[in-house]
């Protein structure tokens, strides 16, 4: 009852504090411009992901005080850490310009302090073709490049209207799914629920300004933050169940594939892979449809209709996470490049 009370009151609490961000960015000229490299038409203002690590780090906090005695899962206060560091530099950067060095400097020092409170470096054993892989000490640095991936390719994939926010509500759900499949109703994973469920309903707050209009924009403070409380859950899965990797990254698939997919051919193609560009596959959709929705809502489609089946399947050992993976992946790489992911756009004319 207190959890409901908690989650009803964190998306109320993001939905006023995104007014107070539009109201603020309008006032210190915060406006995101179109230009040839955007996928919008008209003057926004940015930084609305600002009221989702507000109200996130609010509700986390209540109800890390509200759980009792050794229930209370120390690695919280860790995530709130690394999510609040990325945040601050993403509003740093919202402000002016943050040289990409400096940033991606931070940012790994951020995945350290993540991997440290997850105590990556004792990682269970993680399950793969009937194989059970034992990362030891190798797991610290290949976490790390994990979480800042995951921040940065967030913050690449919002770019269109709703698409980022729409994501953590559908792979939250569908995560919360999988976490209740694999464990019982008095165990630290109904916890892990909870946090997704914050997550989830700080962001439901923020959707009625992003979608399906943009009265405001997410901006690099509030994609970054997701990105890395995000990446941060995937690891803490591996204590409750080592399966429920392999599905977080099933369900997060058309992120992780689009991303990838177009740094790839961007760095094949001698492109500086920092520099804004508008040439991810879902930017190429939604000018192929005119339309931000179509393209938002089909991706939600296919978390819910494609990836979350097989996931459960993985969830519940009916399939191995490795061929899990492969069967996900595969039909999103060849929609990613059906949609020229990463290609100039004279290269697609």
């Given at each position: 009852m207190i959890l409901l009370l908690l989650l009803g009151s964190v998306t109320c609490l993001s939905f006023i504090i995104t007014h107070q961000m539009r109201e603020y960015a309008h006032k210190k000229g915060l406006i995101d411009t179109p230009n040839d490299r955007s996928s919008h038409t008209q003057p926004t203002p940015r930084s609305g992901g600002n009221a989702i690590v507000l109200s996130f780090s609010v509700g986390l906090i209540i109800y890390g005080f509200s759980l009792t005695g050794e229930q209370t899962p120390f690695w919280i206060w860790g995530l709130l850490g690394s999510g609040f560091l990325v945040a601050l530099i993403g509003w740093i950067d919202d402000h002016g310009h943050l040289a990409a060095r400096?940033?991606?400097l931070i940012h790994f020092i951020t995945a350290a302090?993540?991997?440290?409170?997850?105590?990556?470096?004792?990682?269970?054993?993680?399950p793969v073709l009937g194989f059970e892989i034992i990362l030891g000490g190798a797991a610290?640095?290949?976490?790390?490049l994990y979480l800042v991936w995951m921040l940065n390719l967030y913050n690449f994939m919002d770019g269109i209207n709703g698409i980022a926010s729409i994501e953590v509500i559908s792979v939250g759900l569908g995560v919360a799914v999988l976490s209740f499949l694999v464990s019982n109703p008095m165990s630290e994973p109904s916890i892990y629920i909870g946090i997704v469920a914050l997550l989830m309903t700080a962001t439901m707050g923020f959707v009625p300004w992003n979608f399906p209009n943009a009265k405001i924009f997410m901006g690099d403070a509030g994609s970054g933050f997701i990105g890395i409380v995000l990446g941060s859950l995937s690891i803490q899965s591996i204590w409750i169940a080592p399966q429920l990797f392999w599905c977080w990254l099933i369900v997060l698939g058309v992120f992780i594939v689009d991303a990838t997919t177009t740094l790839i051919c961007r760095v094949m193609n001698n492109e500086?892979?920092?520099?804004?560009?508008?040439?991810h596959a879902y930017q190429y959709a939604s000018r192929v449809y005119n339309s931000h929705v179509i393209v938002t809502s089909s991706i939600a489609a296919i978390n819910m209709c494609f990836l979350l089946p097989l996931a459960v399947c993985v969830a519940l050992e009916k399939l191995d996470g490795g061929v899990g993976l492969i069967l996900a992946y595969a039909p999103l790489i060849a929609l990613a490049l059906y949609f020229k992911a990463g290609k100039r756009e004279q290269q697609c004319c």
């Open positions: 400096w940033r991606l302090w993540s991997c440290y409170w997850l105590e990556v470096h004792q990682l269970p054993p993680i610290v640095p290949f976490m790390m500086r892979v920092h520099e804004a560009h508008r040439n």
